[in-house]
């Protein structure tokens, strides 16, 4: 699953800044409770096969649903089942028999079903139960978390078609255990079961469902049954049911169904959003060993989806912001959640984790998929560039190299789970794990994992036991160290050169309680016009490294495949780093010497920007853009020309958008025609740059330029427009901020919730405050981010109430009153927040 999450996770500190909130690549995270040990689910009995036969009441959001669910002892003889069934009216259990259904006794009680079988069954012998029952999700108490919002299993969306902007659909998330809500079933992951679905829908909606379409029944009243069927075996929570006006577009992969299921409006665009898919089932395929294990592959895009994506087998359920027109695909599209959730095909549903404790099965490879398709389709850049994402979100999550395990037996809840240690430090540890084995190895051992575990369920231990086979080593050093022990190292490394020898001397300075690491670490000296490869070992806190080299060192670069699953901070120089980014060129090393230049600020970097303005990479040339000086006459002489070509031509509209912002900071009314036809563009990042411009440069022209915008693009550049706004806090704009509160998804809430606190703090009118306030709030209830958000929002209310108090000290009049009036609506605004 991609957690968009953030991918996969919700910066809550972004509210109270204008930075955007974007629930994808970081956590908050909660601290695990070291008490609790979460035993792997006994297996009394397992799954065989379950049939379902579901319509639904879109009045009421009820399933009226048969089951048909059949089972067998796991070892020991038993005579009773347990069924997970959440808030449901159970109307009949009975056992399948050759003469007919007999009446079995049950106990529904806190979500469970306690069934008492007809007689005790030997692990040889199946049995069937049917069940006649009513689901009701919308009355189901429960709570999501940060990664996943939602937890009620079944979706009704508009479900009245009351909402004009918004299409009728039902879709499902099963993830972690919500099937449960929709159908009675035992929902653990180490549950495998074969499926078959019929619904019953209106005749003018679209299904999706596992497995292959195998047949389509038209009803008498209007309504149709398709049946939906999967021969293969897989777990509960991948179980899924879309249903909406969808439109279809096919695609193939070695004769199987690839299928986009789009609303009409995005139904044009479904190859450019999803169109690789084929190209990454054979990468995967090849790369794997196993090609693509089911009967066919489809995604879905769903409305007000509770996560980012959801790796249902064979129906992949995306959120909407994957759904894109060839305007807003010009800006960026979801590749990497794309092919996350299709790895997920292979790990996760293929084989799945044997438990919530081993996710890291799950998500720490598929978000390892996202990294190296980046790198087949598009060069080791893009793949470097990926992972050093994955690592850089796991390092802002932790504090002192400290964090929790990999494998978790202890926590506090599943849904803790999801987070920044299974998705991107797994991937990272992952790819480590590859580099030190070879590609050849560590490709051969998971083939070896996937084969011996196919169809059932994996762990990290299995993991260990494949790699070991393949390569003929040891290898519990390293999950002991990544797998089954938290933290990373931090190395403090320190450069020198003494008596013809380059010197190394590495401590580790994480936290005491953080272990020890052991770390194979490779090492380019360069140095009179020559490369000397190296290779150490850093097994204890503080060593020393010595090689003989003549003359001094340019630089040494620590770490040449940037491996390390940690942070280091080094003693290089200016002239170390300049020369960095022109003679060691990873990835990593350019973006690091890139950022060393513009927190330095030093003249003598502004050459290594001009040269980051033609780097291979779009966003070094965007960040290359950011750190120039123009104050600098000769810097500003060489950059303006560059600038200028950037800004019309460059292919990356994230690099047009940041030349065009550059450009207009100079005030040289010249540009004031580019940006004039900036606002022309087809990218939405172009015309947002190119009004907030045109703002600074002629402000009455951006006013006009703005005003003179189609909805649909304000709707684009809702951000820049909030920006714009906090520093223009008329009560006019508060009606802009408004639409957006009760209309816009949780992408655009995300994009201004930030903004509109900014604008509500610097606005005077108390009116104005009282309504924001209530605007906001019900945004946060509508999207159920509460429990997330409230902590801070009362924070940042209690402060802006003291800002406002110590204003009104100093002031008289109206302008007290209204300060006043301001202070006692934040104060209120906390205190209510406080009671929930």
């Not at 996770?9 to 629930?23: G, K, N, Q, Y």
């Not at 360069?526 to 490369?531: E, F, I, M, Q, W």
Request: net charge neutral; glycine share 6%; hydrophobic share 35%.
């Amino acid at each position: 699953m991609n957690k968009k999450f953030l991918t996969c996770s919700l910066v809550v500190a972004a509210v109270f800044t204008a930075s955007t909130i974007f629930a994808q690549e970081k956590i908050e995270e909660k601290s695990p409770n070291l008490s609790v040990y979460h035993v792997t689910a006994p297996k009394i009995n397992d799954l065989i096969h379950t049939k379902l036969d579901v319509s639904f009441d879109y009045a009421k959001r009820y399933l009226y649903g048969k089951e048909w669910v059949t089972l067998k002892p796991h070892f020991y003889a038993t005579d009773s089942l347990t069924l997970d069934a959440q808030g449901m009216d159970i109307k009949t259990v009975a056992l399948v028999g050759v003469k007919g259904n007999t009446p079995l006794k049950y106990v529904y009680n806190d979500n469970k079903l306690y069934i008492t079988l007809n007689k005790k069954y030997t692990n040889t012998e199946k049995y069937t139960v049917y069940i006649a029952y009513t689901a009701k999700p919308d009355e189901l108490k429960v709570k999501g978390s940060a990664a996943i919002t939602d937890a009620k299993g079944l979706y009704f969306i508009n479900p009245d078609g009351t909402d004009k902007n918004k299409p009728t659909q039902i879709w499902t998330q099963g993830e972690t255990e919500s099937s449960s809500a929709w159908f009675p079933t035992i929902d653990k992951p180490d549950q495998k079961t074969t499926e078959e679905i019929s619904m019953t829908v209106q005749s003018k909606y679209t299904t999706l469902s596992n497995g292959k379409l195998i047949s389509q029944k038209a009803n008498a009243n209007g309504t149709r049954t398709d049946t939906w069927k999967m021969d293969l075996p897989h777990s509960p929570y991948l179980f899924m049911m879309a249903v909406g006006d969808f439109k279809i577009t096919k695609d193939t992969y070695k004769g199987k169904e690839v299928n986009y299921y789009l609303e009409p409006k995005f139904a044009p665009y479904a190859k450019q959003i999803f169109g690789k898919t084929p190209d990454m089932i054979k990468f995967y395929s090849d790369l794997l060993g196993v090609d693509y294990p089911w009967n066919k592959y489809s995604q879905v895009v769903a409305r007000d989806y509770v996560s980012g994506a959801m790796e249902n087998t064979t129906a992949t359920l995306h959120g909407e912001q994957v759904q894109k027109t060839d305007r807003e695909l010009l800006d960026g599209n979801e590749e990497g959640v794309i092919a996350h959730e299709l790895f997920h095909q292979w790990f996760g549903d293929y084989v799945t984790a044997e438990s919530w404790s081993n996710i890291t099965m799950n998500e720490s490879f598929a978000t390892f998929g996202e990294v190296v398709w980046h790198g087949h389709d598009a060069g080791k850049d893009a793949e470097d560039k990926s992972r050093f994402e994955k690592l850089q979100s796991y390092i802002s999550s932790t504090k002192n190299g400290e964090s929790p395990i990999l494998a978790r037996f202890y926590y506090n809840d599943k849904e803790d789970l999801f987070d920044n240690i299974s998705y991107a430090k797994g991937s990272v540890i992952l790819y480590a794990m590859k580099n030190q084995m070879g590609d050849a190895a560590f490709y051969k051992g998971l083939n070896k994992y996937l084969a011996t575990n196919a169809f059932k369920n994996g762990e990290t231990h299995q993991l260990r036991l494949a790699m070991e086979e393949v390569t003929g080593q040891d290898w519990s050093p390293y999950f002991n160290q990544w797998y089954y022990s938290g933290g990373h190292p931090i190395l403090a490394v320190d450069y020198g050169y003494e008596n013809g020898k380059a010197i190394i001397k590495v401590k580790q300075t994480q936290d005491s309680s953080v272990q020890t690491f052991i770390l194979p670490v490779k090492v380019d000296i360069y140095a009179g016009g020559k490369k000397i490869s190296k290779e150490i070992l850093i097994n204890s806190r503080e060593q020393r490294f010595s090689f003989d080299v003549a003359p001094k060192p340019d630089l040494i670069d620590f770490d040449v495949d940037k491996i390390i699953v940690g942070e280091t901070n080094d003693n290089k120089t200016a002239e170390n780093y300049y020369f960095q980014y022109k003679n060691a060129p990873s990835y990593a090393n350019r973006i690091e010497a890139l950022q060393f230049i513009m927190q330095s600020k030093a003249k003598s970097g502004q050459q290594v920007l001009l040269d980051g303005l033609k780097d291979k990479s779009g966003d070094l040339r965007a960040l290359s853009i950011e750190g120039l000086n123009l104050e600098d006459a000769q810097i500003k002489a060489a950059a303006l020309p560059v600038l200028f070509q950037l800004a019309k031509t460059d292919k990356d509209t994230e690099v047009r958008s940041a030349a065009i912002s550059k450009l207009a900071e100079t005030g040289d009314q010249t540009y004031k025609t580019l940006l004039m036809d900036g606002v022309k563009d087809r990218s939405y990042k172009v015309i947002a740059a190119s009004v907030a411009g045109l703002t600074k440069l002629a402000p009455q022209d951006g006013l006009t330029a703005l005003s003179g915008l189609d909805q649909d693009t304000k709707d684009h550049i809702a951000s820049s427009i909030a920006e714009l706004y906090i520093s223009d806090p008329k009560d006019e704009h508060q009606a802009f901020y408004e639409n957006i509160m009760v209309n816009g998804d949780r992408n655009k809430i995300f994009s201004v919730i930030g903004q509109y606190f900014q604008y509500l703090r610097a606005n005077t009118n108390p009116s104005i405050t009282e309504k924001g306030i209530k605007n906001i709030s019900d945004a946060i209830e509508r999207l159920k981010l509460q429990s997330f958000l409230n902590k801070q929002l009362s924070s940042a209310y209690t402060a802006t109430a003291q800002g406002k108090s110590k204003q009104a000290s100093s002031a008289s009049g109206t302008v007290k009153t209204n300060l006043n009036k301001q202070a006692e609506i934040f104060t209120k605004a906390a205190a209510d927040l406080g009671k929930e």
